[in-house]
Nanobody, 117 residues
Framework: QVQLVESGGGLVQPGGSLRLSCAASGIIFSLYHMGWYRQAPGKQRELVATITSSGSTNYADSVKGRSTIFRDNAKNTVYLQMNSLKPEDTAVYYC???????????WGQGTQVTVSS
Protein backbone atom coordinates (compact mmCIF):
# COMPACT_ATOMS: atom_id res chain seq x y z
CA GLN A 1 0.00 0.00 0.00
CA VAL A 2 1.36 3.36 -1.03
CA GLN A 3 1.51 6.09 1.60
CA LEU A 4 2.75 9.65 1.45
CA VAL A 5 2.74 11.24 4.87
CA GLU A 6 3.37 14.96 5.15
CA SER A 7 4.50 16.70 8.30
CA GLY A 8 6.01 19.98 9.42
CA GLY A 9 3.12 22.34 8.81
CA GLY A 10 1.87 24.79 11.37
CA LEU A 11 1.41 28.42 12.27
CA VAL A 12 4.30 30.75 11.53
CA GLN A 13 4.71 34.50 11.53
CA PRO A 14 5.40 36.41 8.32
CA GLY A 15 9.08 36.24 7.52
CA GLY A 16 9.46 32.92 9.29
CA SER A 17 10.53 29.53 8.00
CA LEU A 18 9.15 26.02 7.87
CA ARG A 19 10.45 22.71 6.61
CA LEU A 20 7.85 20.30 5.30
CA SER A 21 8.60 16.60 5.04
CA CYS A 22 6.93 13.86 3.05
CA ALA A 23 7.77 10.29 3.93
CA ALA A 24 6.92 7.75 1.26
CA SER A 25 6.31 4.04 1.64
CA GLY A 26 5.13 1.33 -0.69
CA ILE A 27 6.98 2.72 -3.71
CA ILE A 28 10.50 2.54 -5.10
CA PHE A 29 11.09 6.12 -4.06
CA SER A 30 14.18 6.73 -6.18
CA LEU A 31 12.20 6.08 -9.37
CA TYR A 32 9.61 8.74 -8.68
CA HIS A 33 9.46 12.41 -9.44
CA MET A 34 8.29 14.16 -6.30
CA GLY A 35 6.44 17.40 -5.91
CA TRP A 36 4.83 19.80 -3.51
CA TYR A 37 1.54 21.44 -4.35
CA ARG A 38 -0.71 23.72 -2.34
CA GLN A 39 -4.33 24.70 -2.21
CA ALA A 40 -5.62 27.82 -0.53
CA PRO A 41 -9.30 28.22 0.41
CA GLY A 42 -11.39 28.93 -2.67
CA LYS A 43 -8.49 28.39 -5.03
CA GLN A 44 -7.29 25.58 -7.25
CA ARG A 45 -4.41 23.37 -6.28
CA GLU A 46 -1.16 24.77 -7.66
CA LEU A 47 2.37 23.56 -8.10
CA VAL A 48 4.94 24.78 -5.59
CA ALA A 49 8.04 22.79 -6.48
CA THR A 50 9.10 19.53 -8.07
CA ILE A 51 12.20 17.39 -8.06
CA THR A 52 12.84 14.65 -10.58
CA SER A 53 14.23 11.23 -9.83
CA SER A 54 17.60 12.53 -11.00
CA GLY A 55 17.43 15.62 -8.79
CA SER A 56 16.43 18.37 -11.19
CA THR A 57 14.22 20.97 -9.57
CA ASN A 58 11.52 23.34 -10.67
CA TYR A 59 9.75 26.10 -8.72
CA ALA A 60 6.69 28.23 -9.06
CA ASP A 61 7.56 31.87 -9.58
CA SER A 62 5.73 32.73 -6.37
CA VAL A 63 8.20 30.75 -4.23
CA LYS A 64 11.36 30.91 -6.32
CA GLY A 65 14.26 32.17 -4.27
CA ARG A 66 12.43 31.52 -1.01
CA SER A 67 11.99 27.76 -1.14
CA THR A 68 14.15 24.71 -1.70
CA ILE A 69 12.97 21.21 -2.53
CA PHE A 70 15.33 18.34 -1.89
CA ARG A 71 15.13 14.62 -1.41
CA ASP A 72 16.84 11.92 0.60
CA ASN A 73 16.43 8.64 -1.26
CA ALA A 74 17.94 6.71 1.64
CA LYS A 75 15.09 7.94 3.85
CA ASN A 76 12.38 7.85 1.15
CA THR A 77 11.64 11.45 2.02
CA VAL A 78 11.22 14.69 0.14
CA TYR A 79 11.46 18.05 1.85
CA LEU A 80 10.36 21.59 1.18
CA GLN A 81 12.27 24.29 3.01
CA MET A 82 10.32 27.53 2.94
CA ASN A 83 11.81 30.83 4.06
CA SER A 84 10.57 34.41 4.19
CA LEU A 85 7.04 33.15 4.42
CA LYS A 86 4.19 35.45 3.46
CA PRO A 87 0.49 35.38 4.36
CA GLU A 88 -0.24 34.37 0.78
CA ASP A 89 1.70 31.15 1.36
CA THR A 90 -1.13 30.02 3.63
CA ALA A 91 -2.56 26.81 2.22
CA VAL A 92 -2.77 23.08 2.61
CA TYR A 93 0.43 21.63 1.19
CA TYR A 94 0.28 18.28 -0.56
CA CYS A 95 3.02 15.86 -1.50
CA UNK A 96 2.87 14.12 -4.87
CA UNK A 97 4.72 11.15 -6.29
CA UNK A 98 4.59 10.37 -9.98
CA UNK A 99 6.40 7.86 -12.12
CA UNK A 100 6.61 8.88 -15.73
CA UNK A 101 5.44 6.54 -18.49
CA UNK A 102 3.13 4.87 -15.99
CA UNK A 103 -0.19 5.62 -14.37
CA UNK A 104 1.36 5.71 -10.93
CA UNK A 105 0.41 9.04 -9.37
CA UNK A 106 -0.04 9.36 -5.62
CA TRP A 107 -0.99 12.13 -3.19
CA GLY A 108 -0.56 12.65 0.49
CA GLN A 109 -3.28 13.86 2.81
CA GLY A 110 -1.88 17.37 3.15
CA THR A 111 -0.46 19.52 5.90
CA GLN A 112 -1.75 22.96 6.82
CA VAL A 113 0.58 25.94 6.66
CA THR A 114 -0.73 29.19 8.10
CA VAL A 115 1.30 32.38 7.90
CA SER A 116 -0.12 35.01 10.19
CA SER A 117 0.89 37.44 12.88
Amino acid sequence: QVQLVESGGGLVQPGGSLRLSCAASGIIFSLYHMGWYRQAPGKQRELVATITSSGSTNYADSVKGRSTIFRDNAKNTVYLQMNSLKPEDTAVYYCNAIRTATTYNYWGQGTQVTVSS
